[in-house]
């Protein structure tokens, strides 16, 4: 495998010097890491003129221009971790966010152009950009992806959400080399947006040159790879194999495949006790200065099982930048004091769900007499009243967050202080008053009766995820409600099973977050729509429905409204437009009052060496926005290398 | 031992066991298995110690090898033994594990046992063990040594020896076993060997066989023998002298026939009598001695005997302790034969 | 001697196919499948991307019946030796699991020797001056290893070893050492960690073997066998070793074969904790997300080494005992 | 010797001295085992426990459930027994205020005492109210907080401000019973098992040892796991606690087959169950009146073995997140939730109190069986 890049390398080599004579002018003079300076006077690779763009990306500084060098020492968990290296290299998008998270920028494309009906979106990309082997790349490795993976059934049974628009999934063409046209059937006001986010990888990480060597129709001896293989049975298993999606494990698994990321694999993640990270030679930005970043050589992940280690490791000065795993609140105590001894500080990191910790009652129980209990509002207004919210966040949280409904937080263009504060007030009384509208029969024990005579009884699901305590919290919340006459059972469980109950809408209801409370709730509003989803779902039929009329259930017509509300907001073509009507969205939606929201928290935290520089701060993240990824390779050690 | 023991005729005794007190020392009291014993042993000859279950003779011929387990410890008394080079020592002052027992255990003095089952090392062979012994006290090659047991096996009349000198103890019968074990035990031809009881847990045939052996092995090696038994048809068999023992006590002893046709002490006569004997007649059961043996932590007052003597004498037996004193040919240890004390 | 190998071998038959099935059910038992759990970790990550999931769907064959897919796997050991492929490693589960095998015997051997060298002395002392002082504090601190959680230890000695000597924790060599060559300098970091897992895992191992050493050599102390060898002249310390120790040892002779495969699946919650490259943290981590090949085949090693090893302790004993061999 | 024996009935009028009583073999074991002093202790540390468990709720002040927003993690607090004021010194047992202080950015709560405010502790006190025994309905405690809103926590809060002290006073029922119940199913399985292996021997013996080869072949935790796992989810807790505890004892009933296998082979040579057979009992007979009765002071030793064993066995359970559930409070539970950097650094108490315990337990019931099997065999040594 590792010839295959190097033959490739050489093949154009000529023509890529060729290129970068005729068209990059010599207006920069780029400077280069001194460790690719060393191997550039080996002859390992060419000379960073020839290696970037003519038109590298100028990349802004958090703080100033850094300095070259130094190891970034991480840790990650045994398995199913691999966020933890898409979030520190992953996310290279064709467009990305600017690190405040308010407006779109360009990266792998240089610009962009919409049409007015919003329906046609023209990316123009950088002339001379390269793989991380050194091979060019170009639009034919979007159309690669376009064609024969997006395209082909097998390889995609089913597409991603992104490039599917209501008439069918997006059209790609190729204008010229450089230029690439998508096109949807209707007007797709959010795809920029979309395309700026995690997901949208797609485009631009199926190197053509590398992998239609186990595609079929490029190979007609791919069974003789596939024979090689043994993890795979046929030219679809291998293609996966070896290009598979980054958000799963598979796609750190192969250290071959080129990237336009700014450190590349040097061995696959899982098969080893250190997944190492190398700086890619040929990454395609620089600092205002023309330093070609990244500006830190390597980044290692120490492999370890229990997060108990990576704490450990910590407060031995063991970890320079993270933020995942230890970030939480109940660390910090124990972090604050081996500050010294670790020689680290925190920063701020900006995670604003809509809410951190959402009761999900299932609107579309198979139950119907819990259907039909749950489905009434008055009975979700009655529990959101009995629930004693400051007690929890005293408890759980050492009191920093604030009682809270899942709705758009704070600094976000929707937030209504009367979306958030809804029904938050701990008042037993009024709870019971709600709640007497729906069930006012109770047992002997005081507890209430449901339409069928019987008791009520709700089992409500509870994973320990998120670092939040939700067991805790959720033993607290029976016994609120158990003081209103709701009789609710918990079951801990583990996450998986968590996951596999809900998909197959077994659920009562369980404990949960959203995302949607900032910008993403354009892209992600989970919790004010039926979507389809891995972990959220409160509505899981009416979800199904709507992405298939002819699966799932038909929702009640408030609900269908919001749905035809959500496509008019996709349809819109500006963005003055899309806000208005994404306003009047959230509006519906919070009167439906699907979910119970309880908490926001305090913004949690990150680690860093005392001498890492540049890192935001605060760092906004959230499930979609794979912060920081596109942001650290202009992070760096002031002294070139990690305190000692 | 209030007299001395008069200037013996005959060579000095091989070994003499004087005043010996073994006592255990356990949870529930003291225990006084040994308590009191004079004997002696002369080269050459067989010494026949006689007494039921528990009456302490086993013990007693441990005491001589100091191999007597915790919580037992020799309190008192000696155990003088004169070595071929005419020196004296006494046993019962050494350390139980110092090196001049050790070196008179297996050599000197060698002891047979009377379960020939679990005696020997169960997983170890036949041959091995008494190599080990040889390799112990003598000064020879290993090869020698084997040479030397597989000689000493066809001594004791193993057949095939050669062949048996590889077996393990299972794969042999019990008089086998015996016979290997009297081989290990005349391996370094010892001076005095001390079989303890070692015949019970063979069939008659065997037992005859191998009481024949050993009188033959000791005209053979000119070594002293004390045989430990309960069956008075062995002592009649072997014994040269006999010593009666009774609750840690020697109560008679004297020559074989002295003992047997005037036993003095109202329980070797008792022991007598309770063997069926051919061509005497018993009108019904035949006579047992009566009561059983008292408990060990429960020892009578007096004379450990008077509970089941029939001859018991209310003020003096109950009082005194008898000691043993010449009485004809035998020693004897009773009132109805010795002076009773005028206090106690 | 060759009948009962045979009919031992043969037992092993029924035996390894009832564990191979047992296996399979037991990684099927719980609800859901591997992709669930990948849901749920990308889930935890914020992550929604439902259409990933079908296509890996199709990847790992998951949608097909049970008996189809405990067939496959059983065709593709039996014929060719392969166990499958992890689906979180995707890789072959050959190419994962050898390696840490390799350090998980290489750990339990270590562990074997530090019990069997604290433990036969300790334990021997402790028969031999039964209800001595010494006997007492040997009980007393067997029994504490035997009462103190392993994990619990673990964690507590991680803790110290990074509080008062400063040392790098988890796993079995320094940072700098990771996915280096070997080296004197690797060997000698991996000597200053590798002692603290011996000591946890073998603590409570060394306590169980004190007290049934003693308990063996009690019964064997006061055999006839032992007077006579004292009776031969030995020294106590010569015959002790020479006959009641021997024969008390047979018990663990026959163990030894037990060991590898309780090594290999008991001590997980310590290499979890330790972060030892061990199988222990691979198959728990296997079990937990359901990747099932990987945990399935691992339960089955572990299995067929537990028949294997008791065959071999079987056969040991018959060696070292031979009133066994010749029954 | 025969003659001594054929004599026996004549003894008593002959002139005897008393003899000691002859005890039966229950007396003789009792005996022996009275004089292993720790394993006397121990029984009473023992049978102290297990009252503990029986009356928990009574022993415990708080419920377990009682969170306090103003005393999470906080420190244990001594328990004086005199106050010294103006009056004088008085027998008043008591504990000292707490004073709490967050520290926001370190996220923490730090508590100092408040020597100024005395919380005076009482005995038999008014408290939550619970049912005695499972049956009497009652709210008197052995001892608390004179006003139970009082905050008293003798070996600290944990997170969520619970009363410690009666979270493992209540965990104490749960981890004993565990024990028990645990090891009474791998009795009834192994004896049977063994039972029937080691008396009819030949095929029967073949199979059940085939069997039991094969149960010890499977791993534990990964066999733990999918039980656990395959119990559903709408199972009561309790339901559930009695799922475990029936996993946590397949650990169990194996050995104890192997033993009472052994025990039978060796007995099924012995003289006096050929005996018993010749003379026309049933083979259940024989079992049950003859055999079972020669071991059974073995069986009840190996049995207190293999209760810790099983304490053990849910602690690991519930560190693997598989074991008990809240809202049921078990050592093992504790000593998990405190399985963290952050405890032994913040709040040590939260791990030492359980840890110590489980060994304290442990150890006891291991010196308690280890008394009884030296004293199994009344008539070894």
């Known amino acids: 495998m590792t010839l295959i890049p190097k033959r490739g390398w050489r093949a154009t080599q000529v023509a890529a010097a060729c290129l970068a004579l005729a068209l990059s002018g010599p207006a920069w003079a780029w400077q280069e890491a001194p460790m690719l300076s060393k191997m550039v006077e080996a002859g390992e690779i060419p000379p960073v003129d020839e290696r970037l763009p003519a038109e590298p990306l100028v990349q802004e500084v958090v703080e100033q221009t850094g300095e070259y060098g130094g190891t970034l020492r991480r840790a990650i968990l045994g398995g199913g971790d691999q966020h933890n290296i898409v979030r520190t290299i992953g996310s290279d998008n064709l467009v990305r966010w600017d690190w405040n998270w308010s407006e779109v920028k360009p990266n792998i494309a240089k610009s962009w152009e919409v049409s007015d009906d919003a329906t046609t979106f023209t990316f123009h990309l950088r002339e001379g950009m390269k793989w991380s082997d050194g091979a060019p790349f170009g639009a034919d490795d979007i159309m690669f992806w376009y064609e024969d993976v997006f395209l082909n059934p097998d390889l995609t049974p089913v597409k991603d959400i992104n490039f599917v628009g209501a008439s069918g999934p997006v059209e790609v063409t190729k204008i010229d080399d450089l230029t690439v046209e998508f096109k949807f059937g209707e007007p797709n006001g959010l795809f920029i947006q979309n395309l700026a986010y995690g997901f949208s990888y797609y485009p631009t990480v199926f190197a053509k040159h590398y992998l239609s060597q186990f595609h079929e129709k490029y190979n007609p001896d791919v069974q003789a790879l596939v024979d090689a293989e043994p993890a795979a049975s046929d030219w679809v298993q291998l293609f996966n194999l070896k290009a598979g999606p980054m958000d799963t494990p598979l796609f750190w698994q192969n250290p071959d495949r080129p990237t336009l990321h700014a450190w590349h694999l040097t061995n696959a993640y899982g098969s080893t006790d250190r997944v190492e990270v190398v700086r890619n030679p040929y990454y395609w930005k620089v600092d205002e200065d023309g330093n070609q970043l990244p500006y830190i050589d390597r980044i290692t992940y120490d492999q370890v099982e229990d997060v108990e280690t990576i704490l450990l490791k910590a407060f031995n000065g063991e970890i320079d930048l993270m933020l995942r795993h230890i970030g939480r609140p109940s660390y910090k105590a124990v972090l604050t004091d081996n500050m010294e001894r670790g020689k680290y500080r925190f920063f701020d990191v900006n995670d604003l769900p809509a809410n951190s910790m959402i009761v999900m009652m299932n609107l579309t129980n198979k139950d119907p007499v819990k259907r039909e209990v749950v489905n009434n509002k008055d009975f979700r207004i009655g529990v959101s009243h009995a629930i004693n919210r400051q007690e929890i966040i005293d408890l759980l949280y050492f009191g920093s967050g604030y009682a809270a409904q899942s709705a758009p937080q704070p600094g976000s263009e929707f937030f209504k202080e009367e979306y958030q504060k809804q029904y938050t007030e701990f008042d037993p009384d009024l709870a019971n008053e709600y709640l007497d509208k729906v069930m006012p029969e109770k047992d002997a024990e005081g507890f209430r009766l449901g339409p069928d005579g019987n008791r009520f009884q709700l089992i409500f699901l509870v994973a320990d995820v998120f670092g939040l305590q939700y067991p805790d919290a959720m033993e607290l919340i029976k016994g609120y409600l158990a003081d209103v006459g709701v009789d609710i059972q918990v079951r801990a469980t583990d996450r998986s099973r ?147 | 031992m209030t007299q001395p023991t008069p200037i013996p005729t005959e060579p000095a005794p091989l070994l003499r066991i004087a005043g010996l007190k073994t006592h255990f020392f356990t949870d529930d009291g003291v225990v006084k298995a040994v308590d009191g014993v004079d004997l002696t042993v002369e080269p050459g000859k067989t010494l026949c110690v006689l007494g039921e279950s528990g009456c302490g003779k086993s013990i007693m011929a441990r005491s001589i090898l100091r191999i007597v387990d915790r919580p037992g410890r020799i309190v008192g008394g000696s155990i003088t033994y004169r070595a071929a080079d005419g020196r004296s020592v006494d046993l019962a002052a050494m350390s139980p594990t110092s090196a001049a027992i050790r070196q008179i255990r297996g050599s000197d003095i060698a002891m047979i046992f009377q379960e020939p089952m679990t005696s020997l090392g169960p997983i170890q062979k036949i041959g091995k063990q008494i190599v080990e012994t040889i390799l112990l006290h003598r000064r020879m090659s290993k090869a020698e040594a084997k040479e030397t047991a597989i000689e000493m096996l066809n001594r004791v009349g193993i057949p095939r020896p050669r062949e048996r000198f590889e077996a393990y103890p299972f794969e042999l019968s019990g008089g086998m076993r015996q016979r290997a074990m009297i081989a290990m035990a005349l391996c370094c031809q010892p001076r005095l060997l001390i079989a303890d009881e070692p015949t019970t847990a063979l069939d008659v045939t065997t037992q005859a066989q191998i009481l024949d052996l050993i009188a033959d092995l000791k005209e053979e090696f000119g070594m002293a023998v004390m045989l430990i038994t309960h069956d008075l048809g062995v002592v009649a068999e072997v014994a040269e002298d006999v010593a009666v023992m009774y609750l840690g006590k020697v109560v008679e002893k004297g020559d074989v026939y002295s003992i047997f046709e005037e036993p003095k002490h109202p329980y070797t006569r008792a022991l007598l009598e309770s063997v069926p004997r051919l061509g005497v007649r018993h009108a019904g059961r035949l006579p047992a001695i009566e009561g059983m043996v008292p408990h060990p932590l429960v020892r009578p007052t007096g004379c450990p005997f008077r509970t089941r003597c029939r001859a018991f004498m209310p003020g003096i037996c109950d009082v005194h302790q008898p000691e043993l004193q010449r009485q004809g040919r035998t020693d004897v240890a009773c009132f109805l034969h010795n002076p009773v004390p005028a206090h106690g | 001697m060759r009948g009962f190998l045979l009919r031992r071998l043969l037992y092993m038959i029924p035996t390894l196919f009832l564990v191979s099935i047992t296996t399979f059910i037991i990684i099927q038992l719980p609800p859901g499948d591997y992709l669930d759990a990948l849901a749920a970790d990308m889930g935890e990550a914020g992550v929604e991307n439902t259409a990933v999931m079908e296509a890996l769907r199709q990847q790992y064959g998951l949608g097909q019946p049970m008996y189809v897919q405990y067939f496959k796997w059983m065709k593709g050991i039996l014929l060719e030796g392969n166990f499958g492929i992890s689906f979180e490693k995707n890789v072959p589960v050959n190419d994962l699991i050898w390696d840490r095998l390799a350090w998980t015997f290489g750990i339990s051997i270590l562990t074997l020797m530090f019990i069997w060298f604290t433990a036969l002395p300790i334990g021997i002392y402790s028969a031999v001056r039964k209800y001595s002082v010494g006997d007492y504090v040997a009980t007393f601190f067997g029994f504490l290893g035997l009462a103190i959680p392993n994990f619990l230890l673990a964690l507590v000695m991680m803790y110290v070893a990074f509080k008062y000597f400063g040392q790098s924790v988890g796993g079995l060599v320094s940072p700098e050492y990771l996915n280096q060559p070997w080296s004197w300098a690797k060997f000698v970091d991996l000597l200053q960690h590798i002692w ?88 728990l981590r296997a079990l937990l997300v359901q990747d099932m090949y990987l945990a399935g085949s691992m339960i089955l090693i572990v299995s067929v080494l537990t028949v294997i090893g008791t065959l071999i302790s079987d056969l040991l004993l018959a060696w070292v005992d031979p009133r066994i061999r010749y029954q | 010797m025969t003659m001594t024996q054929t004599e026996l009935a004549n003894a008593a009028e002959s002139n005897i001295d008393p003899t000691p009583i002859v005890l039966g073999p229950w007396a003789l074991v009792w005996r022996k085992f009275r004089r292993h002093r720790l394993a006397m202790v121990s029984a009473v540390v023992v049978i102290f426990i297990y009252l503990v468990a029986i009356f928990a709720e009574f022993l415990a002040p708080f419920p377990t459930d009682q969170t306090s927003v103003r005393h999470t993690f906080a420190p244990p607090q001594p328990l004086a027994l005199f106050v010294t004021d103006a009056d004088g010194t008085r027998f008043r047992p008591h504990v000292k205020g707490l004073k709490m202080e967050i520290d926001r950015e370190a996220m923490r709560r730090s508590f100092a005492v408040d020597a100024e405010r005395i919380i005076p502790v009482g005995f038999f006190v008014k408290g939550y109210e619970y049912k005695l025994l499972g049956l009497i309905p009652a709210n008197r405690h052995f001892f608390g907080p004179l006003d139970p809103r009082d905050p008293m926590y003798l070996w600290g809060a944990d997170r969520l401000g619970r009363d410690m002290f009666s979270r493992i006073v209540m965990g104490t029922r749960v981890s004993m019973s565990i024990g028990l119940v645990g090891v009474a199913v791998s009795l009834v399985i192994g004896v049977a098992m063994g039972g029937l292996s080691g008396y009819y021997g030949g095929w029967v013996d073949t199979l059940i040892q085939r069997f039991i080869e094969f149960i010890r072949s499977v791993p534990t935790i990964p066999l733990w796991m999918g039980l656990a796992a395959a119990i559903p989810l709408d199972w009561p807790p309790l339901r559930t606690y009695f799922v475990v505890t029936v996993i946590v004892s397949m650990i169990g009933w194996t050995s104890l087959a192997r033993e009472v296998r052994g025990k039978f082979l060796s007995l099924r040579g012995e003289d006096f169950i050929t005996a018993a057979r010749l003379d026309g009992l049933t083979d259940r007979e024989v079992i049950l009146k003859h055999m079972v009765p020669s071991f059974s002071s073995h069986i009840i030793a190996s049995l207190t073995l293999a209760v810790p064993l099983m304490i053990l066995a849910e602690t690991s359970l519930s560190f693997l997140g598989i074991g008990l559930q809240p809202p049921l409070v078990s050592w093992g539970t504790l000593l998990k939730e405190a399985q963290n950097i952050r405890s032994i650094i913040e709040a040590p108490w939260l791990l030492i109190a359980p840890g110590s315990v489980i060994v304290v337990a442990v150890l006891a019931l291991n010196f308690l069986g280890d008394g009884l099997r030296d004293a199994a065999d009344p008539y070894s040594n």
């Open chain 1, 498 to 644: 968590l996951i596999a109950l809900h998909t197959a809408n077994e659920q009562d209801a369980y404990l949960w977050n959203c995302g949607g409370g900032q910008k993403d709730a354009y892209t992600a509003p989970l919790c004010y729509l039926p979507m389809p989803s891995n972990s959220v779902s409160w509505a899981r039929e009416w979800a199904k429905w709507a992405t298939d009329k002819s699966t799932g259930e038909e929702p009640p017509e408030e609900v269908k409204a919001i749905l035809a509300k959500y496509d008019s907001v996709k349809a819109a073509p500006t963005p003055e437009e899309q806000h208005d009507l994404m306003a009047e969205l959230i509006e519906m939606a919070m009167d439906q009052f699907f979910t119970v929201g309880l908490v926001q928290n305090e913004p949690v935290f990150g680690l860093a060496r005392n001498n890492v520089r540049n890192v935001p701060d605060p760092l906004p993240i959230a499930g979609q926005l794979w912060f920081p990824a596109p942001y650290v390779a202009q992070v760096y050690y002031e002294g070139g290398q990690s305190l000692p």
């Open chain 3, 196 to 283: 603290m897992p011996i000591f946890v895992v073998g603590t409570s191992g060394a306590a169980a073997l004190i007290r049934i050493m003693r308990a063996n050599l009690l019964d064997e102390l006061y055999r006839p066998y032992v007077v006579t060898a004292r009776a031969k002249g030995m020294s106590e310390f010569q015959l002790l070793l020479r006959y009641p120790v021997r024969v008390a040892l047979n018990p663990f002779i026959s163990t030894i074969g037990w060991i590898l495969p309780t090594l290999v699946s008991g001590e997980i919650i310590v290499a979890v904790v330790m972060n030892l490259p061990t199988t222990g943290p691979l198959l």
